[in-house]
C-alpha cells in the first residue's frame, strides 16, 4: 500500500500544468474556478449529464473550500483524502462529518464500484450541511 501511495505521489510531481490551474481529478480548474460555489455549480450540472464521477470529485473539493473559506483548514490539491481527515481530527464533529463521505469517494472514485446518482447525493448534502454551517463549530 505504501508503495502505490509513493508512486501515485511521484507521479503527480511529474504532471506541469499551466501557470494558475491545478488539477482535480482529470478536470483542469483554473484559479477563478476555484470557489465552492463555482464548484457545486459544475459539479450539479456534471451529475446531471451523468457524468457522476467528475462530479464526486469536484464537490469533494467544494466541501474542503468551503472549510478554507471559514479558515478550518488551507486546501492543497496534493493530500490525500487521509491527510485532510488527520487535520480534521481535532474538530470531531468535522472529522465525524468527512469520514463515511471520504470513505465512499474512495469506495466509488479509486475503487471497484462506480458512483451512482445517490453517492453524488451524498456528497451534495455534505456540501449543503457545510455551506449552513453545519458541523463546523
Not at 511521484?10 to 465552492?36: C, M, P, W, Y
Request: glycine fraction near 8%.
Amino acid at each position: 500500500m505504501a508503495l502505490v501511495v509513493f508512486i501515485v505521489r511521484s507521479f503527480k510531481k511529474t504532471i506541469t500544468l499551466q501557470e494558475g490551474q491545478v488539477l482535480l481529478g482529470n478536470l483542469h480548474v483554473s484559479d477563478e474556478k476555484r470557489e465552492a460555489k463555482s464548484l457545486y455549480d459544475r459539479a450539479v450540472a456534471l451529475a446531471n449529464a451523468g457524468n457522476v464521477e467528475e462530479a464526486i470529485r469536484l464537490l469533494t473539493t467544494g466541501c474542503l473550500l468551503l472549510l478554507e473559506e471559514r479558515a478550518v483548514l488551507a486546501y492543497q490539491d496534493h493530500y490525500t483524502n487521509g491527510e485532510y481527515l488527520s487535520l480534521l481530527v481535532q474538530r470531531k464533529k468535522l472529522h465525524d462529518l468527512f469520514r463515511a463521505p471520504l470513505s465512499l469517494f474512495d469506495r466509488t472514485v479509486y475503487g471497484f464500484s462506480r458512483p451512482t446518482r445517490q453517492d453524488f447525493e451524498v456528497f451534495r448534502v455534505l456540501y449543503e450541511r457545510l455551506l449552513s454551517g453545519g458541523g463546523t463549530g
